[in-house]
């Protein structure tokens, strides 16, 4: 299948993931953690356009706007348009205080670049803002598992900042996310 996006209409850029893979790994190499804040506001800065760009995919094939889709609609018009949009698939499930974005191929991890935390900030703050228009209330997320870990895949946590700020406490307890969450 073609893809439908037509970047400059939907104020997108194509980038390529060795620059984008390359951008967070100098970043990381020269800034340390530092670099997290910046990737992750930029981001967030593009949640409106990647929101707006899934409205126009949904409505250009005759489906409804993304916040009136039901769930298992939504989840699989999602991994296409992240799929068609080169970010890569998602699985959209939920643990008992969050909501949970799977990808096994997500485009800003890379197992040949490996870190010792989850790397994926740019599109922590991106998926938060998303799912934040998409629910209608400003959301955080926290990324937990990532193919640039060596793990099968990249786990987001999209939540309240106050549950993912709970998550996160007891994460540096010692505390697995699973449990946190509960
Ligand atoms: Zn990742």
Redesign the pocket.
Known sequence: MTSSIDLPANALVALTRESLIALRTALFRDVGVGAVAPLQEAGYAGGQAMYDAFGRWLASRGLASPDALAAAEFSLRATEFFRETGWGGIAVGALDGVATID?AD?A??DPAYPLEF???YY?SGMLADFFGRLAGEPLAAM?V?????G?SR?R?LVGSADMLQHIYDEMARGVAYEQAAS
């Open positions: 990808s997500w800003e991890s989850p790397g994926c599109s990324e598992e990532c193919r640039s870990m793990g990249c987001f």
